[in-house]
């Protein structure tokens, strides 16, 4: 790898979670190996004042990071049709940003992250004479359109065919994510796969003995096995399944330790106050990006309950990296770096009784448990699914584009 290199990096993200997450990290990763980076967005995510505080575990399970006052951006709140207006219009304010910047920076590529009605990176890129490195993490136009909230189709279409056609490079968080964005309009010859990561020295020697210390509060019988849930709980996550199994003979030891919050949770916690479980359930609330690691490593496993078909999901790398053996649906997307038995557990969605089957191999079996833990460690050291290996690769991408000459 050469360098270093200026990597101008474009967003316009508002909200602080796994996005958030997401740029903070790979920004990081990005500056740790030497490069130069300057970000370019109406929020920043990066800087002194946003500082990565620690392993951050899925969307919407810890408090910001910072506790500055959120920006008029971040509190705005309008209706769907307001919303796409504006973000059509952002463009216009997105290029003047970014000309700005490229020519106080010279950067040797942009790298931006994608969203919906946006083309200004594309349009600054060939201005001034950089490629485009266009990071993807969903099929924007057609996830909204599922959700109901698309209210300019054809623009929408229009603009997403033709930034994922010109992009120099463009990077899927999954293989499944990027089929899709070939369907798209995509060129596969540009398509690369660039997934999550985490952290692997935020899970040493002293998280380990605060995790002894956090377990120890947690006031759980000695024999109990800890299954963790870090995240935003939703309805279709379906963690009664969890309460469903922990009703199961055989299944006495095992408790639920939830880290996050969301509309779920309430309606979680009355159902296992009446099924006679709520000893057995722990609600830790949000818990601030630093402290998380020591709390998964609390944990004897983790669970990914419910995920969509095309998502890298961040909880996945930190449990790997924290060596606690990981639970997850058994899905093309998750396949990709979950070898069942090997270095993790897959189960057949929304199904209790697979997801008892595959809970029993860990609960009644602990050493296997611990085996498990610390090979999905293993891969993920051994394949660099971490963020110094993200960084790496889009390095390797970027090199790649301008040996080509595109």
Known sequence: MSGPYRILYHHRIRAEDGQAVHVRE?????????????ECALVPKTGAEKAPQGSLVGAGAMAPAAAARPSPWQRLSLPRTAVEVLEMLYNRRGRTMLR??????RPDFLYERHALHCRAGLDVAREIGVPLLL?????????????????????????????????????????VLADLLVEAGARRDRVHVIGNGAVPERYGAAELAEAARLR???????????????????????????????RRPGFEALALV?????PALAPLLERAREWGLLERVRPLGEIAGGLLPGHVMACDGALIPAINEYASPLKLFDSLAAGVPTLAPDQPNLRENVRHGENGLLFAPGSADALALQLGRLVHDRAFARALGAA??????????????NAERVVRVFEAVRGGAR
């Not at 790979?26 to 300057?38: D, F, I, N």
């Not at 000695?222 to 709980?233: E, I, K, P």
């Open 376 to 389: 999905g460690r293993d891969s993920l050291l051994g394949e660099r699914w971490t963020w110094a290996g």
């Open 100 to 105: 700005a910047a490229a020519r106080e920076f």
């Open 135 to 175: 990071e993807v993490n969903s099929p924007m136009v057609s996830e909204m359109q599922k959700l109901g909230k698309l209210c300019f189709r054809r623009r929408a279409l229009a603009c997403e065919r033709s930034v994922l056609g010109q992009a120099d490079a463009v990077l899927a968080v999954t293989q």
């Open 26 to 38: 790979l920004v990081g990763a990005l500056r740790g190996a030497g490069h130069e980076v300057r």
């Open 258 to 262: 939830l880290i996050g919050r969301g």
């Open 216 to 246: 120890r509060g947690w006031q759980l019988p000695a024999d109990s096995f800890a299954l963790g849930f870090v995240g935003y709980m939703r309805p279709w996550h379906r963690l009664d399944l969890v309460l469903e199994v922990m």
